[in-house]
């Protein structure tokens, strides 16, 4: 996944994936619980590629599931701010 191994690039690709979802229609609740799914299928099979991803790592493995969701949700809001190629 090398996507991964850059933060900037990472943010950017979330970015476009949660407006193309937004413009799509999907509705945010949809988008919140599909960002907890992913965060929870990286902490479990993918490695932290860089400071950032082992923050995020190191925090959603002592969060409790509204914790998660509230880290997804301002994952979230981070990749929004960012633009988007």
Do not use: H
């Not at 996944?1 to 999907?26: C, H, P, R, Y």
């Amino acid at each position: 996944m090398g996507i991964l191994q850059n933060w900037e690039q990472w943010t950017s690709f979330l970015g476009q994936q949660v407006t193309d979802a937004k413009d799509s229609g999907v509705p945010k609740k949809m988008i919140e619980k599909a960002a907890v799914q992913i965060g929870e299928y990286l902490a479990k099979n993918v490695d932290p590629q860089n400071e950032q991803e082992r923050v995020l790592s190191d925090l959603w493995a002592v969060a409790d599931k509204d914790e998660k969701q509230a880290l997804a949700s301002c994952v979230m809001k981070i990749v929004q701010q960012k633009p988007t190629n």
